[in-house]
C-alpha cells in the first residue's frame, strides 16, 4: 500500500458509468419487472453499494474508505441500460475505485439475474467520467515561480554549535512544490532580530512567503510568534489552527506550539516548528490549497 498517513482529508467524489446490452425484449422485461430472479434494478443497486464497500477487501492496494454515500442509478437507451455509481466521501485518498466497483458490482449482479433469459447479453465499458477532491483540486498555477524566505531561528545553529536540518528540508520541500527559495538565513532567538529580518525581507519584496523554524514553544527564548506579530498586518489564524489540528493528529504535543500566520504587504508570514518532523508535517497541512491566498492577496478573488 501506499503511506498515505502525512495527507489530510478532502471531500472527495467520483462518477463511472457502464452499460448492459441486451435484446428490446429484455430491457423491456427489465423495466416492467418480469425478471424471474426478482427486480433486476433493486437487486443491482444494492449489490452496487455493497461492492463500493467491499473495494479493499478485493482491489489489493486500495485503502479503507469510510463511504459517506453510495449511489446507483440508471438510464435507459433503446437496447441497453446505463448504469451510474456515484460515491463520496471525506477522507485522504480518492474513491474512484469505489465507483468503479459500484458499477462493476450492479452489472454483474444484472447480467446473473438475465442470463437464464438471454445469452446475447454484453457487459459495456465502464469508465471514469468525473473526479474531485484532493490536491489537484487545489493547485494554484503562477506565471512566474513564487519565491519564499527561510528564516532559520536558533541561537546554537547561528553560532555554529548545530548543523541546520530543519531549514534544509523546508527548502526541499518547496523546491519540489515548484517554488524557488530566494533568501535562506539562520538568525539568533532574538525577538528584534527575528522582527527585523521579516519586515526587511517583506519590505524589500524579495520573497511573497516568508516561513521561520524554530522559537514556537514554550522555552524562556522562544519568541518567533510575538516577533511575528509586530510585522504582521492581519493575521489568519485558520492557518495556524490547520498546522496545530493537523499536528495533534499525530502528536499531543502539537498543542503545545504557538504558531502565528499573517500578511504584511503583499507576503504571508507563517511560523513553523523547529523539528524537522513538525516543520514538514506543518508544510503537509497547508500546501497546496495555502498559495490561493496569493491571488487573493492580488484581488483576483477566489476564482473558482
Not at 513553523?272 to 478573488?301: C, D, N, T, W, Y
Request: proline share 5%; charged share 30%; hydrophobic share 40%.
Amino acid at each position: 500500500m501506499i503511506d498515505i498517513s502525512y495527507k489530510f482529508t478532502t471531500l472527495r467524489y467520483a462518477l463511472v458509468e457502464g452499460s448492459l446490452q441486451a435484446p428490446p425484449e429484455i430491457i423491456r422485461r427489465i423495466r416492467e419487472k418480469r425478471v424471474p430472479k426478482g427486480d433486476v434494478l433493486e437487486v443491482a443497486r444494492a449489490a452496487g453499494i455493497a461492492a463500493a464497500k467491499a473495494t479493499s477487501e478485493r482491489i489489493v492496494f486500495c485503502h479503507p474508505v469510510p463511504l459517506d454515500w453510495v449511489g446507483i442509478r440508471y438510464e435507459f437507451t433503446g437496447d441497453r441500460v446505463k448504469v451510474y455509481g456515484e460515491v463520496r466521501a471525506v477522507w485522504k485518498t480518492g474513491v474512484e475505485m469505489e465507483a468503479l466497483s459500484a458499477v462493476s458490482g450492479a452489472l454483474l449482479n444484472m447480467y446473473d439475474m438475465l442470463k437464464p433469459l438471454c445469452a446475447e447479453i454484453v457487459i459495456g465499458e465502464m469508465r471514469l467520467t468525473e473526479k474531485t477532491g484532493g490536491k489537484s483540486d487545489f493547485t494554484e498555477c503562477f506565471e512566474k515561480p513564487l519565491r519564499a524566505a527561510v528564516f532559520v531561528v536558533s541561537d546554537s545553529t547561528y553560532a555554529g554549535e548545530r548543523k541546520d536540518t530543519t531549514g534544509a528540508a523546508i527548502r526541499e520541500y518547496l523546491e519540489e512544490r515548484g517554488l524557488r527559495v530566494s533568501v535562506f538565513e539562520t538568525i539568533p532567538d532574538d525577538k528584534e532580530k527575528i522582527a527585523t529580518s521579516l519586515a526587511s525581507c517583506a519590505e524589500s519584496g524579495t520573497a511573497e512567503l516568508l516561513l521561520t523554524t524554530g522559537g514556537t514553544g514554550l522555552g524562556p527564548k522562544d519568541l518567533t510568534p510575538e516577533a511575528t506579530r509586530e510585522v504582521i498586518e492581519r493575521e489568519v489564524p485558520g492557518i495556524a489552527e490547520a498546522i496545530r489540528r493537523h499536528g495533534k493528529e499525530r502528536s499531543p504535543f502539537a498543542m503545545l506550539s504557538r504558531e502565528v500566520a499573517g500578511v504584511v504587504r503583499d507576503s504571508l508570514v507563517i511560523n513553523l516548528p523547529g523539528s524537522r518532523k513538525g516543520a514538514v508535517e506543518s508544510l503537509q497541512a497547508l500546501f497546496p490549497g495555502l498559495l490561493h491566498i496569493f491571488p487573493m492577496l492580488r484581488g483576483e478573488g477566489h476564482n473558482r
